[in-house]
C-alpha cells in the first residue's frame, strides 16, 4: 500500500505570509494527486488535482506541484478564509491532514 | 449543480449493520464518466476511503475494510448505498458520499453515525 505523509502537521502563519505543506508518497505516483481543504464541520473541498491543475471556482492563490514522491500546495498568500485542515490523498489514501492556524 | 445528501441512522448498535443512503441530485449516475464514492471521519481525525461504486455495479473496496463493505447502486432512484456489518465503537465517524474515485469534486453534507448500545 502506499503511504502518504503530510508535513508539518502544523503551521501557525500570519494573514498574507507564503505558506507550503508538502506530501511525500512512499513510492512514485506520477501527478496522481489531489488537495483538499477542509473546515470544521464541513466536508472536504477539492482545490487541486492532478498535482498541479486548480479545480474550478478555486482562487487562484492555490497552487500545486511535484510528480513521483514529492508534492507541494502553496497558498502565495494566506487570506483569513484559508485557516483550515488540508490533506493530500492519492488513491484510496489521504494524508494525515495540516492544519494551518493564525499566527 | 451536483448536489449530494446522505441519510441513514445516526445511531447504530455494535455488532449490527451500518446503512447509508446517498441522493443525488443535479446530475445522474446512470450517465457515467464517474465513479460514486463512500468516505469516513472518525472524530478529530483524518479521512479514509471506504470504496466507490460505477453506475454499472462495479466496485472497488478498502482492503481493510472489504469483509465487512457492501456498496450498491439503484440508477432509478439516482442513489448508491453502503453497508458496513458488524460494526463497533471504532466504526463511529463521519461518513460522506462524493463524486468521484482519483480526486472527488462533489460532497455531501456529510452524516453523523454513532455506534452504541
Known amino acids: 500500500d502506499i503511504q502518504m505523509t503530510q508535513s508539518p502537521s502544523t503551521l501557525s502563519a500570519s494573514v498574507g505570509d507564503r505558506v507550503t505543506i508538502t506530501c511525500r508518497a512512499s513510492q512514485s505516483i506520477s501527478s496522481w494527486l489531489a488537495w483538499y481543504q477542509q473546515k470544521p464541520g464541513k466536508a472536504p473541498k477539492l482545490l487541486i488535482y492532478k498535482a498541479s491543475s486548480l479545480e474550478s471556482g478555486v482562487p487562484s492563490r492555490f497552487s500545486g506541484s511535484g510528480s513521483g514522491t514529492e508534492f507541494t500546495l502553496t497558498i502565495s498568500s494566506l487570506q483569513p478564509d484559508d485557516f483550515a485542515t488540508y490533506y493530500c490523498q492519492q488513491g484510496l489514501t489521504f494524508g494525515g491532514g495540516t492544519k494551518v492556524e493564525i499566527k | 449543480q451536483v448536489q449530494l445528501q446522505e441519510s441513514g441512522p445516526g445511531l447504530v448498535k455494535p455488532s449490527q449493520t451500518l446503512s447509508l443512503t446517498c441522493t443525488v441530485s443535479g446530475g445522474s449516475i446512470s450517465s457515467g464518466g464517474y465513479y460514486w464514492s463512500w468516505i469516513r471521519q472518525h472524530p478529530g481525525k483524518g479521512l479514509e476511503w471506504i470504496g466507490y461504486i460505477y453506475y454499472s455495479g462495479s466496485t472497488y473496496y478498502n482492503p481493510s475494510l472489504k469483509s465487512r463493505v457492501t456498496i450498491s447502486v439503484d440508477t432509478s432512484k439516482n442513489q448508491f448505498s453502503l453497508k458496513l456489518s458488524s460494526v463497533t465503537a471504532a466504526d463511529t465517524a463521519v461518513y460522506y458520499c462524493?463524486?468521484?474515485?482519483?480526486?472527488?469534486?462533489?460532497w455531501g453534507q456529510g452524516t453523523l453515525v454513532t455506534v452504541s448500545s
Open positions: 462524493a463524486r468521484g474515485s482519483t480526486s472527488p469534486d462533489y
